[in-house]
């Protein structure tokens, strides 16, 4: 919307608005580079409140294309990727839903294959649902802090092979974009650009949506981005965890291409749902002090896509038969739950 080198103001991102807004046979999608320039602006301060609410509303109605998202993600990245310290992550894994219905189990699969020598970065929104669990209260629980700096993540990938870092020390615009959704009541055009943040430039990646029909959206920016080994698929409660009494359709998108992959369902009923989520339920399970036949079947579950994600194993089949091997010797594996 504005030439090379020019000085950007308010002025300049209500054309972005406009374009979003005009009557129905007038307003179009914005194209990939009008969506990185309308974004840096907002991350840059440079539109008003205003106008930020009604750019990411008129998104949600139109419904972002992936050519907004990978634009808006490209702009995301360009201020806030990691120190080149931090290259060498393993894998991508983002967690910004919080789980109401089941516990995290997803958490125990991040730290399993921690353990067992991969790097995962893991980030994660604040909460912003008093009735859902989010990954950094979680992970508290089990004695794991969130990394207050890069160089504290850089460090605790470097002891134990896994962190956690939360969006605001990232970004505290991107956490503060996310903090809106309680304005807004709905979901933001943000919900979705903050699983492809990828702020560590890992090898591969998690990609978990609540909707369906989000599926292609988050495959085609992930191609756009150039991502590879990304699994995408409907996790439990939108985080990025197996459904053991679901079947799953995943995409792994490598080479450029989706593959499309069936996880069937490991138990043929629905299982019953706690009255609340909580960590305890994982340090009991990681300890073998309580029985849960859906929490290890959604630790082992969600560990294979991650192993398929990593490239460790080319199928399903393979890849549940190795978390299973790190599973049962869990007992050996440095700097997990005690």
């Not at 179009?28 to 907002?42: C, D, K, N, V």
């Not at 930020?52 to 998202?69: D, H, Q």
């Not at 929490?295 to 393979?318: F, P």
Request: aromatic fraction near 6%; include cysteine.
């Amino acid at each position: 919307m504005t030439t090379a080198g020019a000085l950007h103001s308010a002025h300049d991102f209500a054309g972005f608005v406009k374009l979003l807004g005009r009557g129905k046979t007038s307003r179009r999608s914005l194209t990939e580079s009008e969506a990185e320039e309308a974004f840096g602006m907002i991350l840059d301060g440079v539109a008003t409140e205003a106008q930020i609410g009604a750019f990411l509303m008129l998104l949600r109605v139109k419904e972002e294309t992936s050519a907004e998202i990978t634009g808006m993600v490209r702009a995301a990245r360009a201020r806030c990727l990691a120190p080149d310290a931090l290259l060498g992550v393993d894998l991508d894994w983002p967690s910004h839903s919080g789980k109401r219905q089941h516990h995290p189990w997803y958490l125990l699969s991040a730290l399993l294959l921690a353990g067992a020598g991969m790097r995962v970065l893991m980030h994660g929104c604040a909460p912003h649902a008093a009735d859902r669990l989010f990954a950094v209260d979680a992970l508290r629980e089990l004695g794991i802090c969130a990394a207050a700096s890069w160089e504290q993540a850089s460090q605790q990938l470097d002891n134990c092979c896994f962190s956690f870092i939360a969006l605001g020390t990232i970004s505290t615009s991107l956490q503060s974009l996310m903090d809106k959704r309680a304005e807004f009541g709905l979901r933001s055009p943000v919900n979705t650009l903050v699983r492809h943040l990828n702020p560590a430039r890992a090898r591969a990646g998690l990609r978990s949506l609540h909707h369906p029909a989000y599926a292609a959206l988050h495959v085609e920016s992930a191609i756009a981005l150039g991502s590879e080994g990304i699994a995408v698929f409907r996790g439990e409660g939108g985080e990025c965890e197996i459904r053991a009494d679901a079947d799953t359709s995943l995409t792994l998108v490598r080479a450029g291409n989706g593959i499309d992959i069936r996880v069937a369902r490991s138990l043929p009923q629905r299982a019953a749902k706690p009255d609340q989520p909580c960590a305890l339920a994982l340090r009991a399970l990681w300890n073998e002090t309580a029985h849960c036949p859906y929490g290890i079947e959604a630790v082992l579950g969600t560990a294979a896509v991650a192993l398929l994600a990593l490239g460790q194993e080319t199928d399903m089949e393979g890849a549940r038969a190795q978390a299973l091997r790190i599973w049962r010797n869990r007992a050996a594996l440095p700097g997990t739950i005690a």
